[in-house]
């Protein structure tokens, strides 16, 4: 599925996580894989936790750090690309 701004995102519940120092470290329960995310991708997940928008994680991202919005939004629907190739991210459609 292609994703856009209008996308509504959320995490997968298949997957418990832990902060450990300056990441975040998930496991998957079904296959035991882990993956370990850095500040800014631990900042997703946690934003994710509720469906949003990839706009509102945009968003948010931008009120939080020091980022330019093309650069944002590359960055980010590159990581959320990854995440739903990897099933740590459901995609649940357009709003």
Do not use: H
């Not at 991708?41 to 020091?66: H, S």
């Amino acid at each position: 599925m292609e994703l856009s701004g209008s996308t509504k995102v959320t995490v997968n519940k298949d997957y418990v996580y832990c902060n450990v120092e300056d990441e975040m470290v998930l496991l998957g329960m079904e296959d035991g894989i882990y993956y370990g995310l850095n500040q800014v991708g631990a900042f997703i997940w946690e934003n994710i936790k509720e469906p949003k928008t990839i706009d509102q994680v945009r968003d948010a991202i931008l009120a939080e750090y020091d980022v330019e919005k093309e650069e944002c939004e590359r960055d980010l629907f590159e990581l959320m690309n990854e995440m739903t190739e990897k099933g740590l991210v459901e995609v649940l459609g357009d709003d």
